[in-house]
């Protein structure tokens, strides 16, 4: 696993902005957003290398894929890279994600709604371990939803799967060149990042189990742009909102 990057000032200033922004959309009115009301809802799953029977390995598929999770290394970088504090506890993260689509680039806030990690009964008896988390657009985002990332094991047959679960909707956008644009090519750059992740993070734990790891003490963030000031960060995601 890689070292910790630390984070730049202007890194600082992006996530600072968003620690206390609004979703962008109504929690208590999640039953109502589905495909009749005009919300895209998305499930796909990929297989991860089995395991044996029972619980999950210490260093196996499973508790590779959730490492690879937390550190937020599976999307692909060309179109999502995410900023976060590495000492920051998950189920408290707010994450900056920085988009990128044709030679714009974007800065989006999300944050953390919820961890899994609890064991199912399945519809035909058997029982499998779960983990994984949520996380929500905020205010200023050019969508606005929720999307689901989990590890499943089946602890009757040792198969590992990831699974990405998602509903979402176009959101406002001011700018009406960014929103023609977002229109043509959001659904293609959002099935692209589901296709892309779930073959990333295969890959990603296929060399884990290759090379042997270990649990870090602290989770990592990936590389991101480096910067200066919190006034060029707010001029930023001014400009991607406006």
Do not use: C
Not at 81 to 100: A, K
Not at 132 to 147: A, D, P
């Amino acid at each position: 696993m890689p070292n910790p990057i630390p984070l730049s000032e202007r890194q600082k200033a992006r996530l600072q902005a968003y620690a206390n922004a609004g979703v962008n959309f109504d929690l208590e009115r999640a039953a109502d957003y589905t495909t009749e009301n005009g919300w895209r809802i998305d499930d796909n799953e990929t297989e991860l290398p089995a395991e044996r029977l029972g619980p999950p390995e210490q260093h196996g598929s499973w508790a590779a894929a959730r490492e690879v999770l937390r550190n937020y290394t599976f999307p692909p970088p060309d179109l999502i890279t995410g900023i976060f504090l590495p000492d920051q506890p998950l189920e408290q993260r707010v994450m900056v994600l920085r988009g990128r689509f044709l030679f714009f680039t974007f800065w989006f806030g999300v944050r953390i709604g919820g961890v899994t990690d609890e064991q199912r009964t399945l519809p035909n008896g058997e029982t499998e371990q779960v983990w994984g988390y949520n996380y929500r657009t905020l205010e200023g985002h050019f969508e606005r939803g929720q999307i689901d990332f989990t590890i499943h094991k089946n602890l009757t047959t040792g198969r590992v799967v990831f699974h990405i679960h998602s509903y979402s909707q176009t959101g406002r956008i001011r700018n009406p060149f960014y929103w023609i644009g977002f229109r043509l090519f959001g659904r293609m750059l959002q099935k692209r990042f589901a296709r892309q992740s779930m073959k990333r993070l295969r890959a990603q734990v296929e060399e884990m189990l290759q090379k042997g790891w270990q649990t870090p003490d602290t989770q990592e963030a990936p590389p991101v742009q480096q910067a200066a000031s919190q006034k060029d960060a707010q001029e930023q995601m001014d400009k991607a909102t406006s």
